[in-house]
């Protein structure tokens, strides 16, 4: 499996953007799905998270503005950002775990800056 993430970009604050995932292979089975974050001088962090059976997590920074959704016939996942701080700057990366194997995306930056 291969991920192509796309979406970043520069938004003020309170702006939205809709990351993409987009898988070379199948997502169906997958067992989890998720996007993770990297600001400049801090630790990679998970974001969201949604397992095969559609439930979904939610890092407290993000819960109630960001959305994860996977689409099984686009082996696509996305990751809706509203409601933009200037916290949210960050490199964000997606991650499929599937048959044991963790596969990461090249990360697409996001600016959220006035």
């Known amino acids: 499996v291969q991920l192509q993430a796309s979406g970043g970009g520069l938004v003020q604050p309170g702006g939205s953007l809709r990351l993409s995932c987009a898988a070379s292979?199948?997502?169906?089975?997958?067992?989890?799905m998720g996007w993770y974050r990297q600001a400049p001088g801090k630790q990679r962090e998970l974001v969201a998270s949604?397992?095969?059976?559609?439930?979904?997590y939610y890092s407290g920074s993000v819960r109630g503005r960001f959305t994860i959704s996977r689409d099984n016939a686009k082996n696509t996942m996305y990751l809706q950002m509203n409601s933009l701080k200037t916290e949210d700057t960050a490199v964000y990366y997606c991650h499929v775990y599937k048959g044991g194997i963790d596969y990461w995306g090249q990360g697409t930056l996001v600016t959220v800056s006035s």
């Open positions: 292979g199948s997502i169906f089975s997958a067992d989890i």
């Open positions: 949604i397992r095969r059976g559609g439930s979904t």
